[in-house]
């Protein structure tokens, strides 16, 4: 059964740092690429960061980049995302999600709330 | 940026009622998008892709249609565990994805 568990949110005051990560199992973690996703307290879903399966190609959203870095440790089964710098704004539950062969996102974790807040 | 419009915000229906629900893309995706349901407290979770491609384990009364710049989802004869809140999410510039602002089906 794949499995995706996020952890390591919390409450942070505005400019510090937070790392999150993402144990996975159930599938060939280095086969595949990786995102997380994050979603505002009754808001919609905002992607935030991509990384490939080897870790060699990563991609951010603008909201995020210089700010946030995406890594994974494929002999650890995991994914994580390095934020430093937070915002009011970055507060949410933040969602690590799988990509399959195609372009869309099959399991996602049960998430992770971070919230910024002084 | 491509900017992914949901309508309508919210819907009420009864059980057993057929609903629809639209995408629209602000440049066309070809059939780059899925279509995810999300619970109260809970993860999203993949209904179709490819546009009218439904996922493993999904039942046939969801289904979905377009190309291009608009694209539907209907679910055929709604169940109480249908109640949720559903999100299309453009793929063509993947890995760069864009999510729709989410239609919220709530029960009449």
């Known amino acids: 059964e794949v499995q995706l568990v996020e952890s390591g949110g919390g409450l942070v005051q505005p400019g510090g740092s937070l790392r999150l990560s993402c144990a996975a199992s159930?599938?060939?973690?280095?086969?595949?690429?990786m995102n997380w996703v994050r979603q505002a307290p009754g808001k919609g879903l905002e992607w935030v960061s991509y990384i490939s399966s080897s870790g060699s190609t990563i991609y951010y959203a603008d909201s995020v980049k210089g700010r946030f870095t995406i890594s994974r440790d494929n002999a650890k089964n995991s994914l994580y995302l390095q934020m430093n710098s937070l915002r009011a704004e970055d507060t949410a539950v933040y969602y690590c999600a799988r990509v399959p062969s195609g372009p869309l996102l099959d399991y996602w974790g049960q998430g992770t709330l971070v919230t910024v807040s002084s | 940026d491509i900017q992914m419009t949901q309508s309508p915000s919210s819907v009420s229906a009864s059980v057993g009622d057929r609903v629809t629900i639209t995408c629209r893309a602000s440049q066309g995706i070809s059939s780059w998008l899925a279509w995810y349901q999300q619970k109260p407290g809970k993860a999203p979770k993949l209904l179709i892709y490819a546009a009218s491609s439904l996922q493993s384990g999904v039942p046939s009364r969801f289904s979905g249609s377009g190309s291009g710049t608009d694209f539907t989802l209907t679910i055929s004869s709604l169940q109480p565990e249908d109640f949720a809140t559903y999100y299309c999410?453009?793929?063509?510039?993947?890995?760069?994805?864009?999510f729709g602002q989410g239609t919220r089906l709530e029960i009449k």
């Open positions: 159930g599938f060939t973690f280095s086969s595949y690429e």
């Open positions: 999410q453009q793929a063509n510039s993947f890995p760069l994805i864009t």
